[in-house]
């Protein structure tokens, strides 16, 4: 590890992890990756030396600058319990969803605002990929499906994407 350089604690599939590696990528920002597995052993989010550098214990976790970020949404899938998260996120997904091709109608270009990325493209893709893993038709809404796959092509979406991350397991690699 370089001195200075960012450290990302994050999981492969984690949308939030997801959204701050398009960031990094897109800003051309090198950094090492730290992986976090959110099931094996429990959860390597609750170990002692994560809790130390995260008392949240949530992914991901960006050191950079001498500072270090925080930031997740896999809680909520806890707490609504495993019984009840496919008909919660699917609910949830397609609530959002409506409301934003509705105001992508009047935003778009060729990404969610014009013609340039921002971030709200670094949120739509890894909700879109939410969305196709818990099984939302995405027939409804085809101006987020078309930028969805613009964004995809651009090289910060590739590099960030889930099925190429370190501690993607080799069944999910592209």
């Not at 969803?97 to 949120?123: H, K, P, R």
């Not at 409804?140 to 796959?149: C, G, Q, R």
Request: hydrophobic residues 40%; aromatic residues 8%; glycine residues 6%.
């Amino acid at each position: 590890m370089q001195a200075g350089k960012p450290i990302l604690y994050s999981y492969f599939r984690s949308s939030c992890s997801w959204r701050v590696r398009i960031a990094l990528a897109l800003k051309g920002i090198d950094y090492e990756t730290v992986p976090i597995n959110l099931i094996k052993d429990g959860g390597q989010q609750f170990s002692k030396d994560f809790q130390a550098l995260n008392p949240m214990k949530q992914v991901p976790t960006l050191k950079i600058d001498g500072i270090t970020i925080h930031q997740s949404n896999l809680s909520v899938l806890k707490q609504v319990g495993e019984e009840m998260q496919l008909t919660w996120a699917q609910n949830a997904i397609t609530c959002g969803f409506n409301a934003l091709e509705q105001i992508l109608q009047s935003t778009a270009g060729i990404y969610c605002v014009g013609d340039e990325v921002t971030m709200a493209d670094l949120c739509l893709v890894p909700q879109v990929a939410n969305a196709e893993r818990f099984k939302v038709d995405l027939t409804p809404y085809p101006t987020i499906s078309s930028i969805n796959k613009r964004l995809l092509v651009l090289e910060a979406f590739q590099v960030s994407h889930p099925c190429r991350q370190p501690d993607t397991p080799t069944e999910l690699r592209a």
